[in-house]
């Protein structure tokens, strides 16, 4: 009997993904609950799984885009036990021969350890492996991978043989999902970005005085981003226009504080949304951070981790960005863009002073919030971020 492979469902807002790789070729017996395929959407990863054990034909090809439940293979049932197993690879030593190197070779190799050899090229059997019984990780993937990359960065002793002037590469389901949505935001939305500089002396100062302590009781550290998750609560409070969103003819406003923080990974930038900001502390804030990032690195993220946040914050601050124009995560009518801290001269009191200045940039849609609201959300944000404890005492 036959049994149908279906693309899994991943979410309510989600009707269509790409069928990134296939971890099993046409015509492989694959086991119940083995992994076959890893599906791309503009959100997540997600992967396929076998129902039944038997014989597999593939009908969909990799980089094709799929629907929710649309039939990608079927399994020709079988159960074979163990004994029958065992009469099959008999009859001769040549097939024993044949077979063990491959059981050998794909048994301590995770999907994540095949993704990356597949996207880098790097063999999992050149890598020496640090997990259990030699088992090769993600982690010692991405080193090998990054030693291969330094190497090829080494200016050549000669030069070489004609050498192609472009590459070119298919774009990457995720990658076009994310180009799609950049697109699809700038057509939709009136997008207009006001700016600001925000002194970071005394939050810097306050998590130096007490970060020891902070890691000694929760056991992570205090960093920036809880600060400015406190402070954009504060401001969508006191203007809550840019806590809303258009609905066709109607503006939904939000009463509730879920905020989106980007997070970069391998495959593209994906935003999990930290659930009501206003009633976590600073540690609970920066747990589920540290906790979703793990996440995302990892391709774990389920759709739920990224649905239903009503503002982001983005830091290209970590890359060395300077100045940015974020664009809008529709339907979210406001981001915010944190960037590098430089210490600058400014006016202080009338004396000149060395201060660490960081620009803000708040990026929004003007058909539903208007510049005074917009200016003065960034204000309240800046005052408290200059003056953190009027965090503590909401005011």
Known sequence: MAAEVKVPPVGESISTGILAVWHVKE????????????????KITSEGLAEVSGIISIKTEEGEEVDIGQVVAVIEESEVDDEGKAEESEPTSTAKTEAQPEVQEDAPVSPAVRRIAAETGVDPASVEGSGKKGRVT??????????????????AAAPTQNVERTSRKKMTGLRSKIADRLVQAQQEAAILTTFNEVDMNAVMRLRKQHQEKFVAKYGHKLGFMSFFVKAVVNALKEVPGVNAQIDGNEIVTNHYYDIGIAVGTE?????????????????????????????????????????????????????????????????????????????????????????????????????????????????????????????????
Request: with cysteine; glycine share 10%; proline share 4%.
């Open 138 to 155: 993600k982690g010692d993937m991405l080193e090998a991978t990054a030693n291969s990359d330094e190497k090829q960065e080494m200016p």
């Open 267 to 395: 495959k593209g930038l994906v935003v999990p949304v930290v659930r009501d900001c206003d009633q976590k502390s600073f540690s609970g804030i920066e747990g589920d951070i540290i906790q979703y990032a793990g996440k995302a690195r990892e391709g774990k993220l389920a759709i739920d981790d990224l649905q239903g946040g009503v503002f982001t914050i983005t830091n290209g601050g970590i890359y060395g960005s300077m100045l940015s124009t974020p664009i809008l995560n529709r339907p979210q009518s406001g981001i915010l863009g944190m960037h590098s801290i430089q210490e600058r001269p400014m006016a202080v009191n009338g004396e000149v002073v060395i201060r660490p200045m960081m620009y803000l940039a708040l990026s929004y849609d003007h058909r539903l919030v208007d510049g005074k609201e917009a200016v003065t959300f960034l204000v309240k944000v800046k005052e408290a971020i200059e003056d953190p404890t009027t965090l503590l005492f909401e005011i």
């Open 27 to 42: 015509g492989d017996r694959v086991e119940r609950d083995q992994l076959l395929f890893e599906l791309e959407t503009d």
